[in-house]
């Protein structure tokens, strides 16, 4: 076809459309909501319908939606096809032998009226009613559609929260396969934000590492002896009886800890045989009661008698994935054995709802003679508290009354807002809380500057700090000692060693793998036998490849791991460490005090600048 043909053809083309479109603007019409997001429907009077068909034929023609056949499926297009299934069952059983096809067709068609009348009368959803039978393809699609992703759209890194690289890590350690990489990293090492350990042209060589929790503070007579990876706190009630018991029973085949979470110590901790640590959140489970104006009121008698089953005592101030926000299991999931855990009355009538704070104690020198108390009636046991970091300044007026008091911590956990929860408000999970990279970062510095934690060597430091925030590998866990931790917890890692498929049904009770529900046809499918296993070869593993990393990295202890140790790509031909980055963690032991007296400052992370904090900012707390 020649230019001028094609310049013909085009002009003829524009000309048509302007014509149509002012023939539609000057069209008197009712704008309805659309169906299609690309489609505008358009009412006209009756007079005018031969305009309003060449309308509707040019509507379509530049529609980018659902094929016609689906945008007129309606009403009446239901009753026509309907009423040819009903004709058709009798046209069949009389030209065919076959009895089989004739009932196949017979309830086909039972089923199609039996549905879309259903749909019809049902008034809670639109695309159902006027889409009979054929809108439901519309919510099973979205119902299966994590699926459908999950196992054939994603790549390995784009899944969250965990991609199928972290996960296929977890399962491969866990059924104890070999868990190799061939052919080089997959990751871009130019992206911004890509980190690496500085290794050394002189590796060591280092045997098994512990941690010795409360060995510096001579009010505890019971000091522990934990292992550098440990299960974070989950709590009956969010998990299953059976993955208690299996993660339980692999804390001891693996000789590490196992947190409670706040749900109290349940008889599957118990017959577990792992060591435990008991979580008391703001309600006090297996260690309160109600009060007469039905809040929930600590009892040291009942804490003493169950002080028993643990190695150490964690006092729940905030958790990562929805701090500031009580928790809550509907009555619906509380069995008998949870109720008995967490000192509820049987049967429940009520939604168990723990409240946003507690009540034993109210400022920062109430909370630290609640850890004398505690350490007191637990006969010495390390006693430490689990937050995410929120307000800096109000954990610079808990570290004062720390040095003030002399009623420090044995062991402080921080959680990151990276953590994860059986179910959180999204606001709380997306928006509230810091980062761990942050949060512990700036927790070390205040501790070291308060003469608490020793810079240099960490075992020498009289407050441990436990990290806990999306920990799933020996790398993950080598950053989080450099940012300042001792000890690393994982929670989602070791469900996944159990068997979860990151289903994210864990808010639902309908839990495929048996691990978030209490739904006892679901949870027989897990066999704790079998799954302690993976828990204990999944913990060797990651602890394994840590300490691989460490001397790699030409040092001797986990103590000795310092920022530096980690570079990290700030931008394009710009790298740094973390001590360069995380700048607040430059403060030397001891430097923040004077005589008795804490100088507190609010190191702000965001900027990594020092800025003194008034005394007036911490009025509330003295």
Known sequence: ??????????????????????????????????????????????????????????????????????????????????????????????????????????????????????????????????FPVLGNMRYLL??????????????????????????????????????????????????????????????????????????????????????????SAMSYGALSDRAILALSSGAKLGNFYHNTGEGGVSRFHKEGGGDLVWNIGTAYFGCGDFAPDGSRVFDPDLFEENSQYAKMIEIKLSQGAKPGHGGLLPKEKITKEIADARNLPWPVLHDCVSPARHSAFSNPYELCEFINTLRTLSKGKPIGMKLCMGHPEEFAALVRAFVETGEAPDFITIDGTEGGTGAAPPEFSNSVGMPLSFGLSYAHAMLVGAGLRDPVDKSQSRVTLIGSGKVCSGFSMYKTFALGADVCNAARSFLFSLGCIQALKCNTNTCPTGITTQNRDLVWGLDPASKQVRVANFHRETVKSCLEIMEASGINSWGEIRPHHVGIRVGQGQVKNYEEVFEHMKVSKGELLEGRVLNLYCICTTTTSRTEMHDSQLSSFE
Not at 17 to 23: A, D, K, N, P, S
Not at 197 to 222: A, D, M
């Open 1 to 130: 076809m020649s230019k001028t043909m094609l310049r013909a053809s085009s002009s003829i083309i524009r000309s048509r459309y302007r014509q149509q479109h002012v023939m539609l603007q000057n069209t008197t019409r009712q704008h309805l909501t659309p169906f299609n997001i690309t489609r505008v429907y358009y009412l006209s009077s009756s007079s005018s319908r031969g305009d309003n068909n060449r309308k509707s034929s040019f509507v379509r023609s530049v529609s980018a939606g659902l094929p016609d056949w689906i945008e007129h499926w309606s009403r009446d297009s239901f009753h026509k096809v309907g009423y040819g299934l009903a004709l058709s069952v009798p046209a069949v059983a009389m030209m065919g032998n076959n009895p089989v096809i004739t009932l196949g067709l017979a309830s086909t068609t039972a089923v199609y009226w039996l549905v879309g009348l259903n749909d019809i009368k049902q008034t809670n959803q639109t695309i159902r009613r006027n």
């Open 142 to 231: 979205e119902m299966i559609r994590p699926e459908i992703r999950q196992y054939f759209v994603e790549g390995d890194n784009e899944a969250v929260p965990y991609s199928r690289a972290q996960r296929t890590i977890v399962y491969e350690r866990a059924k104890g396969l070999e868990c190799t990489m061939p052919f080089g990293t997959r990751r871009d090492a130019t992206a911004v934000g890509f980190e690496w350990v500085n290794h050394s042209l002189y590796p060591t060589k280092i045997g098994e590492q512990r941690v010795i929790i409360g060995q510096h503070n001579q009010s505890t007579t019971q000091p522990y002896s934990a292992s550098l990876l440990n299960i």
